[in-house]
């Protein structure tokens, strides 16, 4: 009787809820948390000298680092960083190696990474510091002045600052690399552990790696809180979706996306991932970048539509030798643009995602049939945002007119307007300490962009505006986003953006602020003729007025920021 006992008592056991039941994968031998961190130690371990960084330092010299270097430099900055025991780790630096190497050495010391946007307020710096609880701060040596209201509120959080040299030890070096080396020797002082004291591979892969905060351009900015595990799954789609491993030399990536902006769109470990080597700029330079394009032989980068926009035009532009893939997001491009790219050789991929999806999650997949179409139709279908990326799931439109929490899909007909939502594995966690936010943000179990969009019979998904830039002038809904996109074909205009202006008989009617290619003169009346009576634009679409203006008003990843546009038009803003 006791034995059938045992059996019966083993038997609800596995039934039980109780805090001793285990986990499914406790016992798995075959399973291992997910974390981008491993990258680094693994490229290390494959080939150790590789060339894992190329910069031009603050000293002006070029540094090269092998992955040997850099990973050694990631464990001393997180045995530094478990000897002290900081769990949250402010960065404010440019594009540089310290930031790259603090990335990982953050995340192996079991703490999260807090990157700031170093072309923020001081105000707005001390805030997101304040907000993400940090402990210590990494900040390049130029821009320490930008903690000024931070430090008066926070004097007991201590700098580790960078000096962005090509020493790593002597008088040119400064913090950041005594850091490092006081780690390197802690490691040594306690066992030697290396990586394996470390946690290459996190306890828990949905635990948060970093927050990454949004711009907050109208409000507060919200820490978005990036996991382990979608980190992981990011950076592989990016592996896959950019083409970083398609062939056989190693891939050589231009850093002019800011690291701190969705934490580089997970290319810090995609990169790391294949063992490409990492080009560092401490500052988009247009001249130095066409050098780098041509001499250094790079073969891929990420910008937005307007630093492509401005490379496209710069005096040294000229077709490359070699193909160039160049990731476009954070503002929907135009056709027009692509085409300008496309005659230099720089091929357009083109994804859309926010800071939410860890950056890039929809991709615009190129189709061969496409190349027998007119190259009009051709770059217009390459200019829509497309279809979910390997690692997630379908992108969706759903309809606007019906409950918050009803998620209903508008039809594929190209045609009804509806919101993108998203679901599955690259969706991040939340937002940091505001429930009510991520209440939001996830309502009817979905992640909401706030981007309008059609939903063409293939599938994919082609933005029009985000919700607040829709003008709706006499009953038709006019897409600033597709007036910019056709003013930008005047042949003298460089750049638009476009916003609603009252009309006493419409309701509303677009005004277009333009820049205009160097070299060229023109008035707004020009443009307004040309859009009557040459470019083809619908009657009820042409702007009222078009302003041509020095230069547009943009957030630090390119995008126009329509709120200043809008306060020009109000006349709050000097221009």
């Known amino acids: ?18 805090a001793s039941t285990p986990s499914p994968f406790e016992h798995r031998i075959n399973h291992h ?23 031009i330092t603050a000293n002006g010299k070029v540094l090269h680092r092998t992955y040997r270097e850099t990973a050694d430099r990631a464990r001393g900055l997180a045995f530094y960083l478990k000897k002290h025991g900081f769990k949250r780790v402010g960065i404010l630096c440019p594009n540089t190696p310290a930031f790259l190497e603090s990335i990982f050495g953050i995340a192996a010391a079991g703490a999260v990474n807090v990157a700031v946007n170093y072309r923020l307020k001081k105000e707005d710096i001390a805030y997101i510091f304040e907000h993400g609880d940090a402990e210590v701060i990494i900040v390049d040596e130029e821009f320490v002045p930008l903690l000024e209201t931070y430090r008066s509120q ?18 040119l070096t400064g913090p950041f690399d005594e850091a490092v080396l006081q780690g390197l020797k802690y490691d040594l002082d306690t066992g030697a552990q290396g990586w394996e004291g470390l946690e ?71 990169v790391t991932a294949v063992r490409g080597t990492h080009y560092c700029l401490r500052k988009i330079d247009y001249p130095e970048i066409w050098r780098l394009l041509k001499e250094e032989h790079i073969t891929h980068f990420n910008a ?13 532009a000229e077709k490359l030798p070699q193909p160039v893939r160049v990731t476009v997001a954070a503002s929907p491009p135009t056709a027009h643009l692509f085409e300008q790219m496309s005659d230099l050789n720089l091929h357009p991929v083109h994804v859309y995602g926010m800071t939410e999806t860890y950056g890039p999650i929809t991709k615009g997949y190129f189709l061969p049939e496409w190349d027998a179409l007119p190259l009009k139709e051709k770059y217009q279908k390459m200019a829509r945002q497309g279809h979910g990326f390997i690692s997630s799931l379908p992108a969706r439109v759903i309809k606007t007119e019906v409950p918050d929490d009803t998620i209903t899909d508008v039809r594929k007909d190209g045609q009804e307007i509806g919101e993108i939502v998203f679901i599955g ?26 981007d309008l969009a059609v939903w063409h019979p293939d599938g994919a998904i082609q933005i029009l505006d985000r919700a607040k830039d829709i003008i709706i002038s006499g009953g038709e809904n006019i897409s600033s986003v597709a007036l910019e996109s056709m003013l930008v074909t005047h042949p003298d205009i460089l750049e638009a953006g476009v916003v609603s202006v009252p009309d006493t008989h419409w309701g509303e009617r677009p005004k277009a602020f333009v820049t205009v290619k160097q070299g060229k003169l023109l008035e707004g009346p020009e ?34 920021r329509k709120n200043i546009l809008r306060d020009w038009v109000k006349g709050q803003v000097s221009k």
């Open 1 to 18: 009787m006791s034995g059938v006992k045992s059996r019966l008592s083993g038997l609800l056991g596995h039934f039980s809820s109780g």
């Open 33 to 55: 948390s997910l974390s981008p961190t491993f990258f680094l130690p693994r490229a290390a371990a494959i080939e150790p000298d590789a060339e894992a960084i190329y910069h």
């Open 154 to 171: 926070h004097p007991d959080v201590p700098l580790i600052v960078d000096t962005d040299t090509d020493a790593t030890e002597g008088q």
């Open 200 to 270: 290459s591979q996190a306890a828990d892969e949905e635990s948060v790696i970093a927050l990454a905060y949004t711009s907050g351009t109208t409000a507060k900015p919200k820490g978005v809180e990036f996991t382990h595990r979608g980190c992981y799954l990011a950076s592989l789609a990016n592996v896959i979706e950019s083409g970083l491993n398609y062939h056989r030399g190693r891939a050589r990536y231009l850093w002019t996306l800011p690291m701190f902006h969705a934490m580089g769109w997970t290319f810090p470990w995609a």
């Open 304 to 316: 937005a539509p307007t630093v492509n926009t401005l490379l496209c035009n710069a005096k040294e």
């Open 425 to 450: 594995n690259i969706c991040a966690r939340g937002y940091y300490k505001d429930p009510e936010a991520s209440r939001k943000l996830f309502a009817g179990g979905v992640l909401h962009s706030g």
């Open 527 to 560: 443009v307004i003729t040309w859009a009557r009576n040459v470019s083809g634009i619908s009657k009820f679409m042409i702007p009222r007025e078009v302003e041509v203006v020095a230069e547009l008003p943009k957030t630090s990843t390119g995008k126009i």
